[in-house]
């Protein structure tokens, strides 16, 4: 986990796209990411999200199935996503024809954080690594964030958890 800071007018940023996306949510993702006890603010979304190692990628290309992958994911300074591709890799060709994801990260704790994204593929020269691996640079613009803190009740809650991070 990266120990960040995060500005005010980061978090600002954040919030709105958090409170916009439970405004517009269905039924069902409100009932589930709208229980006052369970919602997070925007430093507690952006801390627990960059508190768990690993996050599920998943793309949609123009193959008949999705890919899922798990990678390492945190939001930096500025409340951006910046994710390494490996060149001519499915994850590129998918985010190239449809440059839309879906990232996820969750814990036992019941905590749920779901990031829906727009990637904004750049046709640089690929970074190559020192095992000769040829990586592109992606940045992911967040269009949908919904994030539930651990339960608070119920057999699944646990005490020294509580706390739902809300200012």
């Not at 960040?4 to 409170?19: A, G, K, P, V, Y």
């Amino acid at each position: 986990m990266t120990a960040t800071s995060w500005t005010r007018e980061t978090l600002d940023r954040i919030q709105e796209i958090m409170d916009a996306s439970l405004r517009t949510a269905g039924t069902v993702q409100r009932s589930f990411f709208g229980k006052e006890e369970r919602r997070l603010d925007a430093q507690a979304f952006l801390r627990t999200w960059n508190g768990i190692y690993m996050c599920a990628a998943a793309t949609q290309g123009s193959g008949p199935w999705p890919h899922l992958a798990g990678i390492k994911l945190e939001f930096d300074a500025e409340g951006e996503l910046s994710m390494l591709l490996y060149q001519g890799g499915a994850r590129e060709a998918d985010l190239r024809a449809n440059p839309r994801t879906v990232l996820q990260k969750q814990d036992d704790d019941g905590t749920v954080l779901t990031v829906y994204a727009r990637a904004e593929v750049p046709d640089d020269e690929p970074v190559i690594d020192r095992r000769g691996r040829a990586h592109i640079q992606v940045r992911l613009v967040p269009v949908r964030i919904y994030a539930m803190g651990p339960y608070v009740s119920g057999p699944l809650s646990r005490p020294d958890r509580a706390g739902n991070g809300r200012a």
